[in-house]
């Protein structure tokens, strides 16, 4: 099971191609004579801005989630981390949260930004279904 933000990812990705898409425009109708004029290379370099920023926006659509049968892989936008279902001691996603938030058996606090609060209610029915995986998977015969 995946989860993501898709409201994020779709306005990454649809800023990203409008941006792509400006600068290859811009950069075909800049002059080419007078004393305003842009070289070959130039325009290239100008037209390259557009990828090179889209690049960066990527990494704002690429959290995520992924859950299975050994555990959670937590993918935020620089840093992957891979959890055993006995590690993660409850899911928040609590009013003022900006996404999802892993209590560790470790003591620490881990960012899941797969869940943002900014879905609304399929925020909270996603966290919702994570604890549930949680809880089934941690499971003992004491239920501690």
Do not use: K
Not at 10 to 21: D, I, K, R
Not at 27 to 37: M, Q, Y
Not at 59 to 70: H, Q, S, Y
Not at 115 to 140: D, F, P
């Amino acid at each position: 099971m995946t989860f993501r933000p898709r409201r994020t990812r779709v306005a990454v990705l649809a800023v990203g191609t409008a941006l792509v898409a400006t600068f290859i425009v811009v950069a075909t109708i800049l002059p080419n004579t007078g004393p305003t004029a842009w070289s070959a290379p130039e325009r290239v370099g100008f037209a390259a801005i557009g990828p090179i920023i889209a690049a960066g926006l990527y990494l704002l659509a690429r959290p995520r989630i992924i859950a299975d049968e050994r555990g959670l892989t937590v993918v935020n936008t620089v840093r992957t981390q891979r959890l055993e279902w006995a590690e993660i001691v409850r899911v928040n996603l609590r009013p003022g949260d900006p996404w999802v938030l892993l209590d560790l058996d470790s003591g620490e606090v881990l960012p899941a930004m797969g869940i943002q609060a900014s879905g609304g209610q399929a925020s909270r029915n996603a966290a919702g279904e994570l604890q549930a995986l949680v809880e089934a998977h941690t499971l003992t015969e004491r239920d501690d």
